[in-house]
C-alpha cells in the first residue's frame, strides 16, 4: 500500500508541475472540513482540508491536489485527491466565480489498532468569492464523496464533505 502511495503522490506531483506552465495561474488554500455520512446511523468528522491548484489564465479547466484530515473518537480519517476543475465564465468585474470538480484520491482510515486504505472518487461544486483586488478569495464547496471499501468492508462508503475556506491567488 505505501507502494500505491507513493506513486499517487509522485503522480500528483508531476501533474501539478506539468500543468503549471509560464501562463498558468497557481491558488493555494486552508479550509474547515466537515465530513457527514449519508450511511444509516453514520455520523459526522470535523477537520482541515489544504490544496494547491493550477489553472490556466485563459481556460476554464484546471487541476488541484487537496489532502483533509479529521479525527473522532480515536479514528483518524486522511483523504488525498486530485481534481480536476472547470470554472464557469463569469464577468471580469465580478467577485462570484462558481465552478465543478471531480477527481479521485485515497481514503486512509485509521485507529483502534486498525488501519485501512481505500480508493476514493468525488463530484462537486463550489464558488470562490474574490477579494484584495483579485488576490484572496473566499471559498465554500459541498462534494459528494465515495469510498471504495471492499466487500469485506461493506461495499462503499458515501459522504458528503463540506470545505469553507480561503484561496491565495499567486500569479496575479
Not at 136 to 153: D, R
Not at 163 to 170: H, M, P, S, T
Amino acid at each position: 500500500m505505501k507502494r500505491i502511495l507513493k506513486g499517487v503522490a509522485v503522480l500528483a506531483a508531476v501533474a501539478a508541475f506539468s500543468a503549471a506552465p509560464a501562463h498558468a495561474q497557481a491558488k493555494v488554500g486552508v479550509a474547515g472540513t466537515g465530513l457527514f455520512s449519508l450511511e444509516s446511523g453514520g455520523g459526522s468528522q470535523f477537520g482541515g482540508m489544504a490544496m494547491v491548484g493550477f489553472g490556466g489564465v485563459n481556460s476554464p479547466i484546471g487541476f488541484r491536489v487537496d489532502g483533509t484530515f479529521s479525527k473522532k473518537d480515536g479514528v483518524t480519517a486522511i483523504i488525498g485527491t486530485g481534481d480536476i476543475t472547470y470554472a464557469f465564465k463569469t464577468a471580469e468585474s465580478s467577485m462570484f466565480h462558481p465552478y465543478l470538480l471531480a477527481g479521485g484520491g485515497i481514503q486512509r482510515l485509521s485507529g483502534g489498532g486498525a488501519s485501512l486504505t481505500k480508493p476514493l472518487a468525488k463530484v462537486g461544486a463550489g464558488f470562490d468569492y474574490m477579494m484584495g483586488g483579485g488576490k484572496m478569495a473566499l471559498f465554500a464547496e459541498p462534494t459528494f464523496n465515495l469510498a471504495f471499501m471492499g466487500e469485506e468492508n461493506g461495499g462503499t462508503s458515501k459522504f458528503l464533505q463540506t470545505n469553507v475556506g480561503v484561496k491565495f491567488n499567486l500569479g496575479k
